[in-house]
């Protein structure tokens, strides 16, 4: 991965109930990364929210009412399986956060955690949305290519 | 209490326990139970002050969890206590009743609406003051009061207002019954419950105080302006973050006459319930304070052109300009994105230079209508192209982003507006967010390009510091330490703390990421590494180092590299509502008020924290276990009779001893598979002399001075006691003055079998404690022990071995116990600690290993 790739920005989802852990994400993706935010409390919008906009990350809390996290990993696969999906659980919930691993996330962070831990995730899950696009584009030219 | 004797009755075996030994088997599970608590509590503060350095992101749900489970350790060692000492210690429930419902009331209260006049003027409002007027309102106040920039004439509809306005409609009750009757599982319901609450809130009524209230401002405004003008009436959000959440923007009307300055009102409220608030108060329930507002009313300002200045490039290089948009007429295009605005880059040395500027053709423009509203309207043709700014109205406007940035310290995002008479108007400053130009790349381990003195040791706060090493050697040291300086010492010291606002970093040879002084370090943000172990030898005095506390390394010389990342670091999240709360929950946890045990003021009714009360009740159960040993056993108790300077009293709980005198048992005597085990290791040891003439017991070579047995050193302490059943033994050792206890529980049943060891410092200096606890954690390490260590305390523990593996154990650790009491002595340096950890693992742990 050569670094222009890397510094390229993102676009990144975030959904939590807690508006407060909403804001503090926010904060520091914007403070730290050229990647730009896009928060909802509202899990019910996401749908909505990535049918009206690229996105190349979802951040989603596990634990949310009416729909909660593996519903969101559901609804962001069936749009784009490869937009990486990060899980965000809490600490003693491990299962559940292996559970959404198995459903298709990307990886998961427990809380709470450093603000390092969730910007290497960032980095790593945009790398892994970056490789597989160029894999498939290079089938693609392959296939093309063999005609 | 029946748990206890359940156990107790497994421990002492199938015969019913004689009522002072059950008594006594209470008092020493209390006991243990104590000494549990006390140390997970110590813990948790110690975990929850580390979440405070900003390094770390938790919410709410992680606040209430840890104090939660810090209230109940705390509990149970009130309970404990008063279990040890028969209810006396009933005051100290009550203290910590009095600290868990100051904690609650924290907790419950998020934000809080204020009691306030129902209008401000902007005069009357400052930054302090954002919970009556919002943080648009407040701003304004601020700028108007405290910054030499325009502001405009105004007034604020307090937050007290707003709860006027729904206590008198009782519509917090309304809504929940709406949110309660409702399921919405999806967007369409969320969407018609939010426009029927809409619909709710229109037809309401202005409190009559209140509809006078906004009468008597805007007849003040008018008189203010010397005409009556339209108005701008915007929100100003309290909690900004969970507003800006919900709403995604501020509802703002423009142009309104003053006859629907209500109904406008009624309006930016309805505003707030969108589906995302929706979804949140359905779940969380409805709390009128969540959502509580201020409502922003100015003149309108008929403005000739406006826009918005961010006081920093938010992507240009340099960051040394700001950026400038406008428009022709009102503002809201320059941000709509419904037309190209001009764009200048303007610097502030020289002011007002413009770097560059892009001026595409405005032809559409948003206007004031006379009797209220706003419209489009085309721009007259020869306006179209010219610039909207002239160069005084940059060098005005930079002055004023100068201003604002001076004053609020940080980049500004500036709204202003030029009127019809060329006067230029500031009407709303915030922090601008810039994204970062470039990503931070997580940083390595490892700065390559530079010597690195040392590597290792335990992280007390995270950061870089740099600058020269002062070894700090005794307290004199202190007295001149310079500016910026490395404090670098042999131990830590609470001491430390008169020079902690001038150091850069602290570094020591030994410590504890728990212990007093880290918890100084914390407060005072100085980046720290403790236990290196060398230190004090690779770090010379008045060499210039980089000490990264990041990644537990010291760099000889600076370190750039690591210096500009620590520059960069705002700690934004110190202002969210998360880490306030903590901050202040804190406030009711970590103090120590209690300092002097004999002070009459270290009484329950003293205890004003967490940390208060755990600090008297384990003072107290050392009074109440010495009690114990000197009333409340005789008759029952046997002492150990055997050539070691150690006074052993054994009670027998059944099948522990093969008893033939009432007095006294030789170890041969001893059934106690765990006990027997521990005694063979404790004799195996080569003790330096036998019990010396005249004196009473060992510990009495440990007492130096009259002082020390003034300062309540007493010798008497090392009477041991152990309580014994053939399986079972719970020895507590009181060797000199460090007192450990040793628990196990040894048969064929692999799953029951366990051994637990705590470890209490004290006595001695404290590097030799420091050392102790080195060594002791170096070696049962080696024998597989899981073992935490809070400052001089270890607790350890192992599980579930087969019987004979744990009995090679408790081995060991009888000669540990040996072993630890005679280095006390002889632990003058570190070297010697690593000397002794290695004879004793060769001599002890690797032979037996290899039998």
Not at chain 2, 18 to 37: I, M, V
Not at chain 2, 565 to 574: G, M, Q, R
Not at chain 2, 580 to 595: M, S
Request: aromatic share 8%; charged share 25%; with cysteine.
């Amino acid at each position: 991965m050569n670094q222009a790739a890397k510094s390229s920005p993102g676009k990144i989802l975030i959904v939590d109930d807690e508006p407060d852990m909403l804001e503090m994400l926010d904060m520091i993706i914007t403070d730290k990364t050229n990647h730009r935010v896009i928060t909802t409390n509202n899990p019910l919008e996401v749908g909505e929210l990535l049918a009206k906009d690229n996105y190349n990350l979802v951040i989603t809390d596990l634990k949310m009412p009416v729909m909660d996290g593996m519903d969101v990993i559901a609804e962001v696969k069936s749009r784009d399986p490869d937009i990486p999906v990060v899980v965000i659980t809490a600490f003693g919930t491990i299962e559940s956060a292996e559970e959404a691993v198995r459903r298709g996330a990307y990886d998961f962070i427990t809380k709470p955690f450093r603000k390092e831990q969730i910007l290497v995730t960032i980095e790593r899950a945009l790398d892994w949305q970056r490789l597989v696009r160029e894999n498939r584009e290079l089938k693609r030219s392959m296939k093309n290519s063999r005609g | 209490m029946s748990y206890l004797r359940r156990t107790w009755q497994k421990l002492t075996g199938s015969a019913p326990a004689a009522p002072e030994s059950n008594d006594l088997g209470e008092r020493y599970a209390h006991f243990q139970r104590l000494l549990q608590a006390n140390n997970q509590v110590l813990a948790l503060m110690a975990d929850m002050e580390e979440k405070l350095s900003g390094e770390y992101l938790f919410d709410f749900e992680y606040i209430r969890a840890t104090v939660q489970q810090l209230l109940q350790e705390t509990a149970a060692l009130v309970e404990a206590l008063n279990g040890l000492g028969n209810q006396r210690y009933l005051e100290l429930r009550d203290a910590l009743s009095q600290i868990s419902a100051a904690i609650a009331a924290i907790l419950a209260s998020r934000r809080e609406i204020p009691p306030a006049p129902l209008i401000l003027f902007f005069e009357q409002l400052d930054a302090n003051k954002v919970e009556i007027g919002g943080g648009k309102g407040a701003n304004l106040g601020e700028m108007r009061s405290r910054v030499a920039v325009p502001v405009p004439n105004g007034f604020v509809i307090t937050s007290y207002a707003y709860k006027i306005f729904l206590d008198y409609n009782k519509l917090s009750q309304h809504i929940g019954e709406l949110l309660s009757s409702w399921s919405m599982n999806d967007l369409d319901s969320l969407g018609r419950v939010s426009e029927e609450l809409k619909k709710i809130i229109h037809d309401a009524q202005i409190p009559p105080e209140l509809e006078a209230a906004l009468q008597t401002a805007y007849e003040q405004l008018a008189a203010q302006e010397g005409r009556r003008p339209l108005l701008a009436v915007r929100s100003s959000a309290i909690g900004e973050d969970v507003t800006f959440t919900f709403a995604g923007q501020y509802a703002t009307y423009l142009n309104v006459p003053a006859t629907e300055l209500a109904d406008t009102y009624k309006k930016i409220i309805a505003s707030l319930f969108t589906a995302r608030a929706l979804y949140y108060y359905k779940n969380k329930g409805f709390r009128e304070e969540e959502m509580a507002m201020g409502v922003v009313v100015m003149p309108m300002i008929a403005a000739q052109a406006s826009g918005v200045l961010f006081s920093r490039h938010p992507e240009g290089e340099p960051r040394d300009a700001a950026l400038i948009n406008a428009v022709w007429g009102l503002g809201k295009y320059a941000v709509a994105g419904t037309i190209e605005p001009d764009q200048y880059v303007v610097t502030y040395q020289p002011l007002g230079k413009v770097l560059e500027q892009q001026i595409p053709p405005k032809k559409l423009m948003l206007q004031c209508l006379p009797a209220g509203g706003v419209t489009e309207v085309p721009v007259p043709e020869e306006r179209q192209n010219q610039p909207c700014l002239q160069e005084r109205h940059l060098i005005e406007l930079m002055k004023c982003a100068q201003a604002l940035e001076d004053h609020f310290g940080k980049p500004q995002d500036i709204e202003w507006a030029l009127d019809e008479d060329g006067q230029l108007w500031i009407l709303q400053s915030r922090l601008l967010k810039i994204p970062a130009k470039q990503p931070t790349q997580p940083r390595p381990r490892v700065v390559s390009g530079y010597h690195i003195l040392l590597d290792q040791g335990a992280v007390a706060f995270r950061g870089v510091g740099a600058g020269p090493v002062v070894l700090v050697r005794r307290e004199e040291d202190l007295k001149d330490f310079p500016h910026g300086g490395v404090l670098v010492a042999r131990h830590t010291s609470p001491n430390f703390v008169t020079v902690m606002h001038q150091t850069a970093a602290i570094v020591t040879d030994a410590g504890s990421p728990t212990g007093h002084m880290a918890l100084l370090a914390r407060e005072f943000r100085v980046p720290t590494i403790l236990n290196t172990g060398i230190a004090t030898q690779v770090l010379k005095p008045g060499m210039v180092v980089t000490v990264d506390a990041e990644y537990r390394n010291v760099y000889e010389g600076l370190v750039p590299e690591l210096l500009s990342v620590k520059e960069n670091e705002a700690d934004d999240l110190a202002d969210t509502p998360v880490f306030r709360t903590l901050k202040k929950v804190l406030q009711k946890i970590v103090p120590l008020n209690l300092l002097d045990p004999k002070s009459p003021a270290f009484h329950p009714a003293h205890c004003h924290t967490v940390h208060d009360i755990v600090r008297y009740a384990h003072e107290y159960s050392m009074r109440e276990m010495f009690q114990l040993r000197e009333h409340g056993v005789k008759g029952n108790a046997v002492l150990l009779e055997s050539d070691l300077p150690f006074k052993v009293h054994m009670v027998d709980l059944g099948g522990g001893l093969d008893r033939v005198s009432q007095q006294k048992v030789r170890p041969e005597q001893i059934r106690s598979l765990p006990f027997k085990a521990f005694w063979e290791g404790v004799a195996a040891m080569r003790w330096p002399q036998a019990k010396p003439q005249n004196v009473q017991s060992i510990s009495s070579v440990f007492v130096k001075t009259e002082e020390q047995i003034a300062q309540g050193e007493n010798p008497y302490r090392d009477e041991s006691y152990v309580l014994l059943s053939q399986n079972y033994m719970n020895f507590s050792i009181h060797l000199g003055y460090h007192f450990s206890n040793v628990e196990a529980y040894v048969s064929d049943q692999l799953n029951d079998n366990y051994l637990t060891f705590n470890f209490h410092g004290g006595g001695s200096t404290p590097e030799r404690r420091e050392r102790r606890v080195r060594l002791i954690e170096a070696i049962i390490d080696r024998i597989d022990l899981q073992h935490q260590r809070h400052g001089d305390i270890i607790e350890a523990r192992l599980a579930k071995y087969p019987a004979a593996e744990m009995l090679w154990r408790l081995t060991i650790m009888g000669k540990l116990t040996s072993y630890t009491k005679q280095l006390d002595m002889v632990l003058f340096s570190e070297g010697i600690v690593d000397w002794y950890i290695k004879d004793f693992l060769r001599e002890h742990v690797e032979r037996c290993r290899n039998r």
